[in-house]
Structure formats: structure tokens, C-alpha cells
């Protein structure tokens, strides 16, 4: 079935360095969300995107969603240890109006202080 | 966070045994999801509800049976509790389901399942 695949699955990065994560999707999606998952939590909504080529920034986060809308990128400048979680993209699938969200598997960062 | 609440937050029980699931909401949300967290699959979605006792299934919905008798009310039920359905267990609400700005999932704190 229809697959929204993340990478990496794990980075490890030093506190100041920057992170990226990357989701891809095999067919055209009509919008795509980001969530945050702290360790023993739950998932939190951080955004959402729905314009081909939309770039949106919070703070030290840039989201972008590719042109094609089959793929998004989240990259963290400057990672901090509060950035520590598991980041989920979610694809919603084009045309479907009582569809679902597809989640990819998601990425998990950690933080080295 | 908005007014969601799971119950119990966690559970064990053994093989064979049935096991219900409540989440309860104070948003008025038409929309409610019950997902499944495991290491290395990410949430899979089990069921939903687009209204009173308007449910369908998701991707992992063998095994699971759900009622929705009133809008605030989202019932996951394990008929007979297998060990394969050990996993953290996630409640979602959403205002709406559909359209290219389709609201966003609030998620519950999560019912932690073991089945021995």
C-alpha cells in the first residue's frame, strides 16, 4: 500500500550541530505534518504544509515541501538537548476525503551535551 | 493540551483475556483515531470514527473492534488479548478529516497494553 518513508531512523548529533530529517512519499500527497515525540510522550503537533514548494520556519526549524509534494525535509539549525524526540512526518494521500494520515516510522534525534 | 484523556494508562493482563480501551474527549471533535505505537513501525492506525457510530478500519484493525456511542466517547475493545498486541496505545481527535488544509491530530497521553 501507500508508504510515506523517513530517514534517517536514528542521528546522533553534538549539541550546536544541525539535523536534518527527510520523508518521501510514492504518490503526490495533498498535505504533509510534522509531529514531535519528547521520550515517554506523546506526540505533538508542529506543523503543517500544503503549498507546493512551501518552506515554513519556526525558530531554529525549516520545513519544506517539495514541488512535486512527494517529499518534506525538517532541519534543526543549532540542535539543542530540548530537541531530543522522535520527529514524524505525515502524509495526507491526495483525493481522499475521508482518508488518514500516512505516519512514517519517524527519526530518532539525540542530543550530546 | 486539549481536554483528551485515555483509560487505563496502563494494563496487564494475560492471553485470551478481553481488554477495553477509553478515550474520552471534551472538544466535540467529530473525528477520533485509535493508533498503535511499536519500536521500528512508528503509530499504525487502528480504527476511526467519523461520527456517531460511524467507524472504519485502518491498516492494523485485526483483532480490534470499536464503538462510538456518543461523540465524546471512542471505545477500543481486545476481544481476547494476544501477546502481539503489546504496544503503546494512542488516542487522536481531529476537528476535520478531509480537504487540503485538513485539521491536525491531538493526541492522548498514551494506554501502555501488556500481554502476557
Known amino acids: 500500500g501507500q508508504q510515506v518513508m523517513q530517514i534517517p531512523q536514528y542521528q546522533h548529533v553534538q549539541e550546536g550541530e544541525d539535523f536534518t530529517t527527510y520523508c518521501n512519499s510514492s504518490?503526490?500527497?495533498?498535505?504533509i505534518q510534522w509531529y514531535k515525540q519528547r521520550p515517554g510522550g506523546h506526540p505533538v503537533f508542529l506543523i503543517q504544509?500544503?503549498?507546493?514548494?512551501e518552506v515554513k520556519k519556526q525558530k531554529r526549524l525549516t520545513f519544506q515541501f517539495g514541488e512535486a509534494k512527494k517529499n518534506s525535509s525538517l532541519h534543526i539549525t543549532a540542535t539543542q538537548t530540548t530537541d531530543v524526540g522522535t520527529y514524524f512526518c505525515?502524509?495526507?494521500?491526495?483525493?481522499?476525503?475521508?482518508?488518514?494520515?500516512?505516519f512514517g516510522k519517524g527519526t530518532k534525534l539525540s542530543v550530546k551535551p | 493540551d486539549a481536554g483528551i484523556t485515555q483509560s487505563p494508562r496502563h494494563k496487564v493482563t494475560e492471553t485470551g483475556t478481553p481488554v477495553t480501551l477509553r478515550c474520552h474527549q471534551t472538544?466535540?471533535?467529530?473525528?477520533m483515531y485509535w493508533y498503535r505505537q511499536d519500536p521500528g513501525h512508528g503509530l499504525r492506525l487502528i480504527h476511526y470514527?467519523?461520527?456517531?457510530?460511524?467507524?472504519d478500519k485502518g491498516e492494523v484493525s485485526d483483532g480490534y473492534s470499536v464503538s462510538r456511542s456518543k461523540t465524546e466517547d471512542f471505545l477500543l475493545t481486545l476481544e481476547s488479548a494476544t501477546s502481539s498486541q503489546t504496544s503503546v496505545y494512542f488516542c487522536?481527535?481531529?476537528?476535520?478529516?478531509?480537504?487540503?488544509?485538513?485539521?491536525?491530530?491531538?493526541f492522548g497521553a498514551g494506554s501502555r497494553l501488556t500481554v502476557l
Open positions: 487522536a481527535i481531529s476537528e476535520s478529516n478531509h480537504g487540503a488544509g485538513a485539521n491536525v491530530l491531538t
Open positions: 504518490t503526490t500527497l495533498s498535505n
Open positions: 504544509l500544503v503549498k507546493s514548494g
Open positions: 505525515a502524509g495526507r494521500l491526495l483525493g481522499r476525503s475521508q482518508g488518514n494520515l500516512i
Open positions: 472538544e466535540n471533535h467529530r473525528y
Open positions: 470514527s467519523y461520527g456517531v457510530k460511524d467507524t
